[in-house]
């Protein structure tokens, strides 16, 4: 069973996260509401996120400073932020939310279908990452486990693990590939199609890494160790 992606919602305005949640309901994936910046630094210690939606005007903490704070952590930083706002101050208030970390700046009233799709690209993004992660895991756990799988059960011989992996590292890069075109053929935002190849060049490097364990390969020993 696929775990779903949490999303976190940030807005001071109970009506506001209860219009945010009912456009991306339909996405079907786990959505974390946050009434304050502080409330959402807390949700952000303990979860992991595929992007989170920041309201821009909000008392004490704004969202320009709650995006430095996330921004700040090891554990954050790489988490997109999609900022949203009802006043818009020109240029220089846009460019005030990308310099602070975000990936895309939206002004209310926004289109929703426009909204959940962005999201719906990062949400994908994300998943596709927690594939990669892991098989990437299990391939360490395989090669420095003495011969137990994650159950302690005996391991399957070498050439029938290669083989496994090889076949779920495939899967993976099929539906990444696949992705990577859908996001090249629509123009979706750069921020986007930057994450997508990233994926794909620490897929490229996994596969390198199988490749050399294949039997007769001259890296499979470098590999190894």
Request: proline letters at 4%; hydrophobic letters at 45%.
């Amino acid at each position: 069973m696929v775990q779903k992606a949490k999303i976190l919602l940030v807005d001071d305005r109970p009506e506001n996260l209860l219009a945010l949640e009912a456009i991306l309901s339909a996405l079907d994936q786990t959505l974390v509401r946050a009434s304050s910046g502080e409330e959402a630094l807390k949700a952000l210690l303990t979860d992991d996120f595929a992007v989170i939606l920041l309201d821009v005007q909000m008392p004490g903490m704004d969202g320009f400073e709650t995006a430095a704070h996330i921004k700040r952590r090891e554990r954050t930083r790489d988490i997109p932020i999609i900022f949203l706002t009802a006043i818009n101050h020109g240029p220089h208030h846009t460019f005030r939310g990308y310099a602070a970390g975000a990936v895309d700046y939206i002004s209310k009233p926004f289109d929703p279908w426009v909204l959940r799709a962005k999201v719906s690209v990062f949400v994908e993004l994300y998943m596709k990452n927690c594939q990669l992660r892991e098989q990437a895991a299990l391939l360490r756990l395989q090669l420095e486990g003495g011969g137990k799988d994650a159950a302690g059960e005996a391991a399957k011989e070498p050439a029938g693990l290669l083989a496994e992996l090889s076949a779920r590292l495939a899967a993976v890069e099929e539906q990444a590939e696949a992705l990577s075109k859908q996001l090249g053929d629509e123009s979706t935002d750069a921020a986007a199609v930057a994450t997508a190849a990233h994926l794909e060049r620490k897929l490229t490097g996994l596969r390198r890494a199988l490749d050399a364990l294949e039997p007769g390969s001259s890296g499979g020993q470098a590999a190894v160790n």
